[in-house]
Nanobody, 111 residues
Framework: EVQLVESGGGLVRPGGSLRLSCAAS????????MHWVRQAPGKGLEWVST???????AYADSVRGRFTISKDNAKNTLYLQMNSLKPDDTAVYYC?????RGQGTQVTVSS
């Protein structure tokens, strides 16, 4: 059974940083592309970032230069380092592979 469990969300002031983690199990993590997506209040899902099995990264324009996606294959864990956070980054953040999505972690950016 595929499991994706996000953690690391919370309340942070504008300009602050958070690091999200996603613990993966039930599939061969190192061979799969992984993604972060988010859903802001009252809005649809928005793609944030992708890390392919080969190590190629991609970012939405809204987060490029501020967010960094990475992974630790030995720990089956995906990360999202978020710096210079803005109120518009407030959302539930989900990790997913091409078939499954976790339950999400709330990120709130507010003064």
């Amino acid at each position: 059974e595929v499991q994706l469990v996000e953690s690391g969300g919370g309340l942070v002031r504008p300009g602050g940083s958070l690091r999200l983690s996603c613990a993966a199990s039930g599939f061969t993590f190192r061979r799969r592309s992984m993604h972060w997506v988010r859903q802001a209040p009252g809005k649809g899902l928005e793609w944030v970032s992708t890390l392919t099995a080969a190590g190629t990264t991609a970012y939405a324009d809204s987060v490029r230069g501020r967010f960094t996606i990475s992974k630790d294959n030995a720990k089956n864990t995906l990360y999202l380092q978020m710096n210079s956070l803005k109120p518009d980054d407030t959302a539930v953040y989900y990790c997913q592979n091409d078939d499954s999505r976790g339950q999400g972690t709330q990120v709130t950016v507010s003064s």
